[in-house]
């Protein structure tokens, strides 16, 4: 059996400033909330080979594993997986972004199964990232919609 989540936003930004923002894995923690840092280890192409790590959880532990996405601009989706399964068997990743009225639809959907001694089992953790990505998904909105407004204001201001 495979646990799935599947969340969604509408960001009111351009189409190529969501794209850029949201796929400059270096620059995601200051995108995402949950990441101390994000390390690129390796670019092939579409593809980035990355650490993140996050910051430190109630109990003072650090998590942290190595994903790989790779990029298609031209479909406007992202698969990724993670390398470093920790306590999953596996996941997988799908991003996608649709121009919509009021910006642009970003989905993620995740697939993923737990190993039978992770703390936490599928449904406990479906639960966990649905509450978690409807979180980051609002702050990405928040911040990509900043940048689009001051981009918009640096356009207006009147040359002297």
């Known amino acids: 059996m495979t646990a799935r989540t599947d969340n969604a936003v509408v960001i009111d930004a351009p189409l190529d ?4 923002m949201t796929n400059d894995v270096a620059s995601w923690p200051r ?11 390796e670019e092939r192409g579409d ?3 990355f650490r993140l790590t996050l910051h430190p959880d109630e109990q ?17 989706s992202v698969s990724a997986h993670r390398v470093e399964t920790g306590v999953f068997e596996f996941m997988n990743i799908r991003w996608t972004y649709e121009p919509v009225e009021g910006g642009v639809r970003m989905r993620w959907q995740q697939e993923f199964r737990m190993r039978p001694d992770a703390p936490l089992d599928d449904a406990a953790m479906t639960a966990r990232l649905n509450r978690n990505t409807a979180e980051q998904q609002r702050l990405i909105k928040e911040r990509v919609e900043a940048a689009a407004r001051a981009a918009t204001d640096a356009r207006d201001v009147p040359v002297r």
């Open 17 to 20: 400033l969501v794209w850029s």
């Open 31 to 41: 995108l995402f909330s949950e990441y101390a840092s994000a390390e690129i280890l």
């Open 47 to 49: 593809t980035v080979r």
């Open 60 to 76: 003072g532990r650090v998590w942290s594993w190595v994903s790989e996405r790779t990029t298609d601009r031209d479909d406007l």
